[in-house]
Nanobody, 114 residues
Framework: QVQLVESGGGLVQPGGSLRLSCAAS????????MSWYRQAPGKERERVAR???????KYADSVKGRFTISRDNAKNTVYLQMNSLKPEDTAVYYC????????WGRGTQVTVSS
């Protein structure tokens, strides 16, 4: 059974940083592309970052240069380092993997506010 568990969300001031983690189980992690999505209230879910099994990365324009996605195959974990956070980054952040079907974590809340 595939499980994705996000952690690391919280409340930070604008300009601050957070590091999100997603622990995966039930998948062959080393060959899986992993993504981070986010959804703000009243808005559609958007993909903010993706990392392939070959460690190629892609970012949404809104986060490029500020966020970094990485993976640790030994720990079956994908990370999202978020720097220079803006209030517009406030959202629930979800971990995602596509195997025989698409799987989602339950999300972790990130709030950027003074």
């Amino acid at each position: 059974q595939v499980q994705l568990v996000e952690s690391g969300g919280g409340l930070v001031q604008p300009g601050g940083s957070l590091r999100l983690s997603c622990a995966a189980s039930g998948v062959i992690f080393s060959i899986s592309s992993m993504s981070w999505y986010r959804q703000a209230p009243g808005k559609e879910r958007e993909r903010v970052a993706r990392i392939t099994s070959g460690d190629f990365t892609k970012y949404a324009d809104s986060v490029k240069g500020r966020f970094t996605i990485s993976r640790d195959n030994a720990k079956n974990t994908v990370y999202l380092q978020m720097n220079s956070l803006k209030p517009e980054d406030t959202a629930v952040y979800y971990c995602n993997v596509v195997a025989i079907q698409t799987y989602w974590g339950r999300g972790t809340q990130v709030t950027v506010s003074s």
